[in-house]
């Protein structure tokens, strides 16, 4: 199938349209009964917080039947310290496609300030089809669960022969075992399951924190519902181009590797570092280039690994998971000096039998949100194209991160366009974000912010490594979110804030 020769003009267009349709649907529009918690809170199952409450929230399976067959949503709160400072509800919104939300809010306590502690309820909630939501599996053959699979990294000699073959047997399993939810899986519909977590819970308004991920669904639900919003904050941002959105995202690996891979070089060649892999910044990059290279060409066995060998590929996706945090570093360097010859291999961190399930879990909803949100191109030759052009331009990412994904072959059109993120509504949304994140980097971000508009103000933060707010460790970024989420106000222009 060629690629979709719409405008983004046209798209952007037919998608404002669906958005003024939609959002009138009856579940989503009824207001709320002020104040009054609808739901029957008890203890959550295996949670380590105390404080924690759970309960459970019926919504549509299809919105446009609201009245028809019904899933049901998890959702968890730990209430306001001091009820009389309470503000109202700071709905956490989880990462993925495919992150469990359940536990965020008993985990959030744990390093928020106490000033957002005592003013909001911390509300976390899992997505449709994940967790303790209605959930869903495409029932994959374990073998095919690895990492190093599901993110397409190419052959070694940049072939995608194996990742056609690959990624048409996850769509069609998929398709066929994952059910009406997984068809229902979507952005737009998250937004609108939010707006009804809020209906439930009461709110006439609505606050929320979406991190990574996260702030898709936030930036939609603000754009689809803006007077129900309150105090937004999107940490960790996307490109919101309703023509490619997730497509955006994965192809964003390679300048994101670009920007973060320098603080792994300075720190893999410091002085008095015992993972040290040379003894400067600019040898480490040939350095791992090179390895990769030699294990493309010579793997070494792994024994216990999933696949049982140290390839190249499977270095690359350690060096792509280790840039998410600083902490993660060590993992990349120790695997790059064991490749090297100058240590044995470490254990292997096989997936655990008890964490199939999850797994399987996490994969169909980011399955289902990344084909139902925007159809994908489905040319072999167009992908083979992309690939072999973004290894010269990015070889760190090696044309992972434009190649071929299951939606390529999705046998079900996206339901509605995806909606398109703009300036209209209350001026009340803040942006956080490093300058130098593996996942959602900085040129993204800058995307989000130039659609909201004068909606939104960013405070960009001089960090690398994924996730912003109580996170980094930058007293300067930490201060600029909190002083929004207590006291409303927002800063009156972006703000920058240096390395700490």
């Known amino acids: ?83 009389s400072l309470r503000h109202g509800v700071l709905l956490t919104i989880p990462g993925g496609p495919g992150g469990s939300g359940l536990d965020i809010p008993g985990n959030a306590a744990k390093r928020l300030p106490q000033s957002v502690l005592d003013r909001f309820d911390l509300v976390g909630f899992d997505p449709r089809g994940v967790g303790r939501s209605t959930p869903v599996s495409c029932e994959l053959d374990r073998s095919d669960l690895a990492m190093v699979k599901l993110r397409p990294w190419p052959a070694a000699d940049g072939s995608i022969d194996g990742n056609l073959a690959y990624e048409r047997r996850i769509a069609e399993t998929c398709a066929r075992n994952g059910g009406p939810v997984l068809r229902s899986i979507s952005t737009a519909n998250e937004a609108r399951d939010i707006d009804s977590l809020r209906r439930a819970l009461g709110e006439r308004r609505l606050s929320a924190w979406g991190t990574s991920y996260g702030t898709y669904p936030g930036a939609v639900y603000a754009t689809m519902f803006p007077e129900r919003t309150d105090r937004i904050v999107l940490d960790s941002n996307d490109n919101p181009d309703p023509t490619r959105v997730e497509r955006n995202w994965l192809a964003a690996f390679g300048q994101g590797v670009e920007d973060r891979f320098p603080d792994f070089a300075t720190w893999a060649s410091a002085p008095g570092n015992p993972d040290r892999v040379a003894d400067t910044p600019e040898e480490v990059r040939p350095l791992f280039l090179d390895l990769a290279t030699r294990l493309d060409r010579t793997p070494l066995p792994w024994p216990g690994a999933d696949p049982a060998e140290l390839n190249g590929n499977v270095l690359r996706e350690t060096m792509l998971q280790s840039l998410y945090a600083d902490a993660k570093f060590p993992d990349l360097a120790r695997l790059m000096l064991a490749g090297l010859g100058r240590r044995p291999l470490p254990a292997p961190a096989a997936l655990p039998e008890q964490a199939v399930p999850a797994v399987q879990n996490t994969v169909a909803v980011s399955v289902g949100t990344l084909c139902n949100d925007v159809t994908w191109p489905a040319d072999p030759a167009g992908y083979a194209k992309d690939v072999a052009a973004d290894r010269a331009a990015h070889p760190l990412t090696a044309g992972m991160p434009v190649n071929v994904m299951p939606c390529a072959f999705w046998p079900f059109a996206p339901a509605e366009p995806a909606v398109p993120v703009t300036d209209r509504g209350p001026a009340n949304v803040l942006l956080a974000q490093n300058l130098r994140d593996v996942a959602t980097p900085y040129r993204g971000a800058l995307k989000l912010r130039a659609a909201f508009g004068d909606r939104a103000r960013m405070v960009t933060v001089d960090s690398g490594g994924h996730d912003v707010y109580r996170a980094n460790g930058n007293a300067c970024g930490d201060a600029v979110v909190t002083d929004y989420l207590v006291t409303g106000r927002r800063p009156a222009q972006d703000v920058f804030c240096p390395a700490e």
């Open 1 to 83: 199938m060629p690629k979709n020769t719409i405008t983004a003009a046209a798209a952007t267009a037919a998608a404002a349209l669906a958005v003024t349709a939609l959002t009138a649907l009856p579940a989503a529009a009824d207001a709320p009964n002020p104040a009054k918690d609808r739901l029957a809170w008890s203890a959550c199952e295996g949670n380590a917080d105390p404080r924690q409450q759970c309960a459970t929230v019926t919504v549509p399976l299809d919105y446009r039947d609201p009245h028809g067959e019904q899933i049901t949503l998890a959702i968890s709160r730990i209430p306001a310290a001091k009820p």
